[in-house]
T-cell receptor, first 113, second 113 residues
Framework: KAGVTQTPRYLIKTRGQQVTLSCSPI?????VSWYQQTPGQGLQFLFE???????NKGNFPGRFSGRQFSNSRSEMNVSTLELGDSALYLC????????????FGPGTRLTVT | GENVEQHPSTLSVQEGDSAVIKCTYS??????FPWYKQELGKRPQLIID?????GEKKDQRIAVTLNKTAKHFSLHITETQPEDSAVYFC????????????FGGGTRLMVKP
């Protein structure tokens, strides 16, 4: 089985711009979670999607949003980028629930200048 | 919400020695506790997990113990090898309160040959 893939792998954006990141889960996995990883804050949960519905949301501002498509692929969007949004964004997929084994993608490294 | 603290933040051991990483959690209803290993520049990978109905789980050189009363759980690695060098993250989840994994801050383990 192919693993979780994320595109793009690296991204440089300017403050105020917006960005869309993509995640393709393992075939058959229906739950997709997104995390932000930074040296200072560690791994923080952004949101989780299941069957095209946001099932859970972490403590992030409304500038962070996401969606899931019928094939379980997911996108996350960050609008009005701030310098503090620079981070590694990881997605993880699991069969149905986040307490099923989660498989992480390689991440998208976002740098905001 | 849940809060997970992880100690130590860095750990240096000699090859062949044991390593222990400890985590405490705040939500007494949390019932799923995974551990992830993240090598430099790579994605996190699940190495072992434990659910609240068991006190200990072992997989070859890796074991996890859970003390629900004290609300802490620990990762034990025996006979450490240089390839065990990585950052280890603990996490906790209450599956009756959503699918949100809360991570500890991570432990950088260095195994010296």
């Amino acid at each position: 089985k192919a693993g979780v893939t994320q595109t793009p792998r690296y991204l440089i954006k300017t403050r105020g711009q917006q960005v869309t990141l993509s995640c393709s889960p393992i075939s058959g996995h229906r739950s997709v979670s997104w995390y932000q990883q930074t040296p200072g804050q560690g791994l923080q949960f952004l949101f989780e999607y299941f069957s095209e519905t946001q099932r859970n949301k972490g403590n992030f501002p409304g500038r962070f949003s996401g969606r899931q498509f019928s094939n379980s692929r997911s996108e996350m969007n960050v609008s009005t980028l701030e310098l503090g949004d620079s981070a590694l964004y990881l997605c993880a997929s699991s069969l149905e629930q986040t307490w099923d084994e989660q498989y992480f993608g390689p991440g998208t490294r976002l740098t905001v200048t | 919400g849940e809060n997970v603290e992880q100690h130590p933040s860095t750990l240096s051991v000699q090859e062949g020695d044991s390593a222990v990483i400890k985590c405490t959690y705040s939500d007494s209803a949390s019932n799923y506790f995974p551990w992830y290993k993240q090598e430099l520049g790579k994605r996190p990978q699940l190495i072992i997990d434990i659910r609240s109905n068991v006190g200990e789980k072992k997989d070859q050189r890796i074991a996890v113990t859970l003390n629900k009363t004290a609300k802490h759980f620990s990762l034990h690695i025996t006979e450490t090898q240089p390839e065990d060098s990585a950052v280890y993250f603990c996490a906790a989840l209450n599956n009756n309160a959503g699918n949100m994994l809360t991570f500890g801050g991570g432990t950088r383990l260095m195994v010296k040959p």
